[in-house]
């Protein structure tokens, strides 16, 4: 990950915090705040980042980077169904990259 995207994830994730730290959130019954933990890179365009919340527990937020715009993070909570779709979304990825490859010009 290069230091200027770097840098973008770094604010979209400190940007994230203050935004989900809001008394008057709308789901945010109990007025937790938020504040970044750890940013772990997962790959070029994406990220987990930890976040420890005012209740002594932590939250986990997606992050993917698209390039087109000027480039930009986004993010959100994925559930478990969520991650258990992602799983099956990469085989079928795979599927669909294998056939494509014979349709290049070579």
Same mark, same amino acid.
């Given at each position: 990950?290069?230091?200027? #995207?770097?840098?973008? !994830? ?7 915090? *203050?935004? $989900? &730290? ?16 750890? #940013?772990?890179? !997962? &790959? ?15 939250? !986990?937020? $997606? ?9 930009? *993070?986004?993010? *959100? $909570?994925?559930?478990?169904?969520? #991650?258990?779709?992602?799983?099956? $979304?990469?085989?079928?990825? !795979? ?12």
């Amino acid at each position: 990950m290069n230091r200027e #995207i770097a840098k973008k !994830l770094n604010d979209k994730a400190k940007a994230m915090a *203050w935004a $989900f &730290s809001k008394p008057e959130r709308e789901f945010n019954g109990t007025n937790e705040s938020f504040e970044v933990h750890k #940013i772990n890179p !997962l &790959s070029e365009d994406t990220a987990a980042v930890t976040y420890n919340k005012s209740s002594g527990k932590k939250a !986990l937020m $997606f992050f993917y980077y698209r390039k087109n715009g000027g480039g930009n *993070w986004h993010c *959100w $909570f994925p559930t478990d169904s969520h #991650i258990l779709g992602m799983q099956y $979304f990469g085989e079928l990825k !795979l599927k669909v990259e294998v056939f494509n490859f014979d349709k290049n010009e070579m």
